[in-house]
């Protein structure tokens, strides 16, 4: 179902094409909401221009071929050019009773893509941080969003499952022995047994033959070479690391499974190969003893220019290897037509170094898109990375419980007789809702400062509002008792503003696909909530007028409650039945 601004820009594009020609009908209209109308096209000032014309009489000439009849109230040409266009009151309530029949409600099915997403990417055997927060919220809600528009995303979780670090991890789930207390508090406290093992590791003499830091070396030798039982030991490491990263992402209610783990591990046997390749196409070159690719334009302090290291001068591998490996196999193996990396914004000279190298080896065809969707950092109230007070990143699972706790806190004065139960799965609903929507309600690649107090405040732009703003709805549609099959009307003017919103829908949707921005579904979605309650004030619902004007009223609160829930759950956030 296309939305109104579809529907005025195709017009507006087809009269473009009468009024100077066929070679102007793809010419932007370039439509904007309006406050003196609903929507105004501005393009004749533009195209005044070319065409060698005054703008206002290009707009008196795109009016007099405009055929909006049927859609909108005769359009008004106002200042230097712009075309007023006002939508009609029966055309909106057809449209909005069409929505509320729509199971997509406007979301568009678009045609499918393969869309690799690379996001959330911890590492084994260390805790998930508030770092890792926004790149698995945000990736988790591109994933779901792009799938909604018909797309086939392929998740991939990236984790850093391979390296020397893992030497002295065996070796200490050696020591502390497999299956004790301490190896299986991986699941819960992971820092504190790496912690450990490197306490272990710096403590210990290199020079003693059979010191920690000597067997961890060795280990990483043998873990290399593919020895069966060290191969073990690793993937005991990773299974239980990832039963952690499992009860994170279910706390977070994220998409992610076992089945979407790719770590770095799963490209060791090629990276040889990629060097090899690269070599020998001249692309790489040998630098003080290290495999390099040198990039125009890619340059450092002095004008020197930045290598992309693709093996170390001791013969090693590093996060570019992987990464090449990484985006050949998308390509080559995955059929992607487009590559999401939901990664911290400091990688991005990396990462282009990567997608450029890759075009230059023939590993990423031109028709691929690659988009780095760059990750903000997380601030606390001093305006600073978000740490605690000894200066180390603040724990995801206490941030998420603590988010539960404020929720439940707020529950308690709100809604005192809610049951324990009850106030105890909202609580999380609330809670998770609220980390997550203020993470989305920004744009990704800016910072944002966390602070919980606001974040689960029922009030202003929050998960909590928009979460209460549904429970609210569903608690008139109770004491209705049913939804009349009505068709909807159009009799005050709050109604028309409700069901222009709602018809926005689908175009806000596609618009996220395309541009992978979140925070616009977050700020549409408010924007709804809020004019749904002047709706809500300004025209009565169960006791309305007469019948059908209450039929009509619930039907828009039901469409409403429809595509609010619809909105969430493309955010992943579950719109709790009672609030």
Not at 260 to 285: F, K, P
Not at 316 to 343: N, Q
Request: with cysteine; aromatic share 6%.
């Amino acid at each position: 179902m296309t939305g109104p601004a579809n529907v005025l820009t195709d017009r507006l594009q087809r009269a473009l094409g009468a009024a100077f020609g066929p070679e102007h009908a793809g010419t932007d209209p370039v439509l904007r909401p309006s406050q003196f109308a609903d929507y105004q096209a501005n393009v004749a000032l533009a195209l005044a221009k070319r065409l060698g014309s005054n703008p206002r009489a290009v707009a008196e000439a795109l009016v007099e071929h405009l055929d909006v009849a049927d859609v909108c109230v005769a359009p008004v040409v106002s200042g230097p050019g712009f075309v007023n266009l006002t939508l009609r009151g029966d055309w909106l309530a057809e449209r909005t009773t069409a929505l509320a029949g729509d199971g997509r409600l406007g979301v568009p099915t678009q045609a499918e893509q393969v869309v690799p997403i690379d996001y959330s990417a911890p590492n084994v055997a260390k805790e998930m941080h508030v770092g890792h927060l926004r790149t698995t919220v945000v990736g988790d809600a591109l994933a779901r969003t792009l799938e909604h528009l018909g797309h086939r995303v392929v998740r991939q979780n990236h984790i850093g499952d391979w390296g020397t670090p893992f030497g002295m991890l065996i070796e200490h789930l050696l020591d502390v022995g497999e299956g004790s207390a301490e190896a299986e508090a991986l699941v819960d406290d992971p820092n504190t047994f790496y912690q450990a093992a490197r306490a272990k590791f710096d403590a210990s003499s290199p020079d003693e033959q059979e010191s920690f830091a000597t067997r961890s070396r060795r280990r990483v030798v043998a873990l290399q070479a593919g020895d069966p039982d060290t191969l073990r030991l690793w993937q005991e490491l990773i299974d239980l690391s990832t039963s952690y990263f499992n009860s994170i992402y279910s706390a977070l209610d994220v998409t992610l499974t076992d089945a979407d783990l790719a770590g770095e591990s799963t490209y060791n046997d090629e990276l040889a190969g990629i060097c090899d390749e690269l070599e020998a196409a001249g692309i790489a070159t040998m630098s003080e003893g290290a495999l390099c690719v040198f990039l125009d334009g890619h340059t450092g302090r002095e004008g020197r220019p930045v290598p992309l290291i693709i093996r170390k001068s001791d013969g090693g591998y590093g996060y570019a290897t992987t990464d090449l490996a990484t985006i050949r196999h998308r390509v080559r193996d995955l059929h992607a037509d487009r590559i999401l990396y939901v990664i911290g914004a400091p990688q991005h000279l990396h990462l282009q170094m990567v997608f450029e190298t890759a075009r230059r080896a023939g590993w990423l065809p031109d028709e691929v898109e690659v988009v780095h969707v760059r990750i903000g950092n997380v601030l606390g109230p001093d305006g600073k990375i978000l740490r605690t007070r000894s200066g180390a990143p603040v724990r995801l699972r206490a941030l998420l419980d603590e988010a539960v706790e404020r929720a439940a806190a707020v529950l308690a004065d709100a809604q005192p007789t809610l049951s324990e139960e009850d106030r105890k799965v909202i609580a999380h609903q609330v809670g998770i809702g609220a980390v997550k929507y203020a993470d989305l309600s920004v744009a990704h690649d800016s910072e944002y400062t966390f602070d919980l107090d606001r974040m689960v405040s029922p009030t202003g732009n929050t998960g909590p509002y928009l979460q209460y703003a549904a429970a609210r709805i569903r608690s008139i549609l109770r004491k209705a008792g049913s939804t009349p099959d009505r068709p909807i009307l159009q009799t005050e003017p709050a109604e028309r503003d409700l069901m222009l919103t709602l018809l926005g829908f689908g175009d806000v949707v596609a618009g996220v696909g395309a541009s992978l921005e979140p925070h616009r579904l977050c700020t549409y979605l408010f924007d709804l909530a809020q004019t749904f309650t002047a709706f809500y004030d300004r025209c009565p619902v169960l006791k309305a007028p007469d019948e059908d004007v209450r039929g009509s009223r619930l039907r828009l609160c039901g469409v409403t409650l429809a595509v609010l829930e619809q909105g969430l759950a493309l955010l992943g956030i579950t719109a709790p039945e009672r609030m």
